[in-house]
């Protein structure tokens, strides 16, 4: 296998994007990512979109052919990706595989969703075809109910709060306050979580990711031609993807995410690293429990000991762990066919120095975590600095 | 929204009944019904098993906000049941009683949702709070 | 003669009194009271439905009368509030009580006594050798036009019986049924309306006091009894107060009457109503006693019932979940605002 390098991102920025479709979206992360790895566009072989239900949310499939054609990528070969929330991540994953085995040189990435475009309710529905249509959207068990059920058995069995779980939202909201992409630029209070409207008990509106507009995308290539493009190729260290029962019901344990704790270990262990190296973390934050279980799951803290050392700030910028600095799915919204690529072009920009405000010092190596459904699918990547 | 009739008949049985399976080497009970016990894979068979709707609550939320086919009966609560021969099952508790994680329940008869005012009415096991 | 294996009854949890009803009119909640001697009425839930009470009563049923599903050969259920106006209520009732696909079933309306005759086209099926097991539901919930007498008193719940005719396996013998039937139109419900229209005082002597009491009357005539010869009498009961009255008319005392007077606890279950008074007698009934049954359905129509309580009754209580039980688990108040929710009366558009 191939070094594989991360050549090129680019975002677009998240939220009601009223402006623009779907196609429009993908295409202003795809040129900015092009832009960014200043390559030529008859250079690149290979497209992978990651998109969950662009059918749904726009009545448009075959998504991979037209976003390729919109960012002026001619007869390439162009997959679309569906992993629910964790199409972004899977899609990555596909394009970093393509590279390495040398099948393609260079590849771009791109997740993207659109979501405005239909009603909430109409938006639950497609959501909750994430988890188990026949058992679990069939009796109108949503996709926050599910995380829902989740953070009620984690609060039982290890005294979690709602203040605790609040906490996370605080943190991630701040993050975002220093990015620009981000749907969410206001500093909240556990105050304004605990009062906001309940989605799902105890989930809160502020505990949820926003349903929301947006795209991101990266460029791959193989490490021995990557310094041609950039002088800080960002290298590709672990990939695993672990997948588990797509029904909530049908696993061992409510109060995490057995997948996240298997990807962890393989990703590290190709890596050649141990969870204290690494720098900062992108972890799959669609639920304030979420991030709870995810940062549990990872490996980072014991489990039942996560919630509280969030409230005490040991995950903030400046902290322990740093995770989330981009403002996390919490604080930059949740386009969810987008979410695992972002988290991959904030480790990117973190990795190169380039994260302003948000800068975790001397970061070095960074992972992302990215879920689909309530844990069918994880997939956990880990970067480093490769100049 | 609409759509054809067949989705919910052909499970009607375990739906109206809670009829799921049991592997007839590791004894594992399942709901709803699959094909392969998750323990023993291919090598085993699986037969028909009607759960008695005995079992405790083991985690529960009340939605607030429902997919579309939903809308007509917000709020309303939904929970993971521990059922007495071992799986997990999701369902919704009726008749508003307080719920908290270990208290008892039996699996009652309830319509589930209606599609519209025109279409069809879908029943389902509910589970009561005893 | 066949005759009754096993019974069961479901009321919803939910109640609304008569003076929640009266607060939001403002009628007079006392005189309301005293004129039908009711203080609430059970309100089915927002996810209840004729098929949904049929369903529980009849699973209890089963329970109760110890059977294998599987050798039931019929299923009628009587309501005057199916679910669909095409599509039977009967084939959601067998397919929950796992009765497997080798029997008939059937949808009935005749107003408040469809389950009554439920339970005569079952004994027919039984009686003939057609079938060894039949089962028969009566089971409402109710519409009371909102500001009508009516809503004071209709109400959710149902009843259902196993019928079956082997000696060991029958706790209540049937001796004798006769019906009495005429084209009276005391109350009806047009296709399409979601509210039922009546004669107002049409619906007393003309209607329900003439065909019980000839009902009655044909069947202690065929049996050869007097009113003496019963230990408990149910009426229909579409108030408190007409039980009692036609009970006297015919010589009945108010003690064989009162113990299957279900409606002022519950209100009136239209096709569940005569079912459930049943089932609160048998409750209580001991081997040998004889119990007279006279449903009454508006349009209109008696069925009356000569029954023989065996004792095999006694051994099969264990399995029996009481009327006074199903009144009274967790009951639930509603207000008016409630009621109108769960009833989907409320305008969203």
Known sequence: MREVAVIGVGLTKFGDRWEAGIKDLAAEAGLAALEDAKIISSEIEALYGGIMSSGRFTDQEHFAALLADQIGLKHISAVRVENACASGGSAFRLGYMAVASGMHDIVVVGGVEKMTDVTVNEATTALGGAGDQEWELSQGITFPGLYALMARRHMHDYGTTQEQLASVAVKNHGNALANKYAQFHRKITIDDVMKSKMIADPLKLLDCSSICDGAAAVVLAPMEIAKKYTDTPIKVAGSAQVGDTLRLASRDSLTGIAATRIAADKALAQAGVERKDIDLAEVHDCFTIAEVMGVEDLGFYNKGEAAKAIAEGETMIDGKLPVNTSGGLKGCGHPVGATGVKQVVEVVEQLRGDAGARQVNGAEIGLTHNVGGSGATVVVHVFRRAD | MERGVAKTWRSANARYNLTGVQCTNCKTAYFPPRMVCAKCGRDTKMVEKKFSGRGVIYSYTRIFVPPHDFTEEAPYTVAIIRLEEGPLVEGHLVDGKKPEIGASVRAVFRRMYTEGSEGLIHYHFKFEIV | ?349
């Open chain 3, 1 to 349: 003669m066949s005759g009754i294996l096993g019974y069961g009854v479901y009321i919803p949890a939910y109640r609304i009194k008569t003076e929640e009803i009266a607060r939001v009119w403002q009628d007079d909640a006392s005189s309301i009271e005293g004129s039908l001697h009711m203080k609430e009425k059970s309100v089915p839930g927002n996810d209840e439905d004729t098929a949904t009470i049929s369903v529980e009563a009849a699973r209890r049923a089963v329970y109760h009368s110890g059977i294998d599903p599987k050798e039931i050969g019929a299923v009628y259920v009587g309501s005057e509030s199916h679910p669909y106006a095409v599509k039977p209520t009967a084939t959601i009732v067998a397919e929950a009580i796992e009765a497997g696909n080798d029997l008939t079933a059937a949808d009935l309306e005749f107003a408040c006594k469809a389950g009554t005759a439920a339970i005569q086209m079952a004994m027919g099926l039984v009686d003939s050798g057609m079938i060894k097991y039949g089962v028969a539901v009566g089971s409402d919930t109710s519409q009371g036009r909102p500001g009508d007498a009516l809503e004071y008193t209709a109400s959710a719940g149902g009843g259902a019986f196993v019928i079956g005719k082997r000696k060991e396996e029958v706790i209540a013998e049937i001796l004798k049924t006769v019906s009495y039937t005429s084209d009276t139109p005391d109350f009806w419900r047009r296709e399409g309306a979601s509210f039922p229209s009546h004669g107002g005082r049409f619906t007393g002597d003309p209607s329900y006091f003439r065909h019980i009491a000839n009902a009655t009357t044909m069947l202690l005539d065929a049996t050869g009894t007097t009113p003496k010869d019963f230990a408990y009498a149910v009426f229909h009961q579409p108030n408190g107060k007409f039980p009692l009255a036609v009970a006297k008319q015919l010589g009945f005392t108010e003690e064989q009457v009162r113990p299957g007077l279900i409606t002022p606890l519950i209100g009136n279950t239209y096709s569940g109503c005569s079912l459930i008074g049943l089932a609160a007698v048998l409750d209580i009934a001991r081997p040998g006693d004889k119990i007279l049954v006279t449903s009454f359905g508006s349009g209109a129509g008696s069925d009356s019932f000569a029954i023989e309580v065996t004792p095999n009754i006694e051994s099969k209580r264990q399995r029996l979940v009481r009327v006074s039980d199903a009144i009274n688990r967790n009951k639930v108040y509603v207000d008016y605002a409630m009621y109108l929710k769960h009833r989907n009366s409320i305008r969203k558009w």
